[in-house]
């Protein structure tokens, strides 16, 4: 598969396993992916998978939960980490 490598700074990207790392990679896509990566993933994974793999993620944003819930026709709340959010604001709340 072939994504913006940026998106993966913090990894060797040659050494990604799609299939087992597809929550990683599909967490990365959402938050600092293209368009282009959206569409990719979207081809590869399928709709079906994207949505499972997402509605687990502990990690994602509001504006990610957001877009998702009006791409997939999902209420935000059937999303883990929209319910399961921290308690109170970070500090360094950039």
């Given at each position: 598969m072939e994504l913006s490598a940026f998106?993966?700074?913090d990894t060797d990207y040659t050494k990604i396993?799609?299939?087992?790392?597809?929550?990683?990679?599909?967490?990365?896509?959402?938050?600092?992916?293209?368009?282009?990566?959206?569409?990719?993933?979207?081809?590869?994974?399928?709709?079906?998978?994207?949505?499972?793999?997402?509605?687990?993620?502990?990690?994602?944003?509001?504006?990610c939960v957001s877009f998702l819930s009006c791409i997939f026709n999902v209420p935000k709340e059937d999303f883990r980490c929209y319910t399961n959010n921290q308690s109170e604001n970070i500090h360094w709340n950039f």
């Amino acid at each position: 598969m072939e994504l913006s490598a940026f998106i993966f700074w913090d990894t060797d990207y040659t050494k990604i396993d799609w299939q087992k790392k597809a929550r990683y990679v599909l967490e990365r896509v959402v938050m600092f992916g293209t368009a282009n990566d959206w569409r990719t993933s979207l081809k590869y994974y399928g709709k079906e998978k994207i949505l499972s793999e997402l509605q687990q993620s502990k990690i994602l944003d509001a504006k990610c939960v957001s877009f998702l819930s009006c791409i997939f026709n999902v209420p935000k709340e059937d999303f883990r980490c929209y319910t399961n959010n921290q308690s109170e604001n970070i500090h360094w709340n950039f």
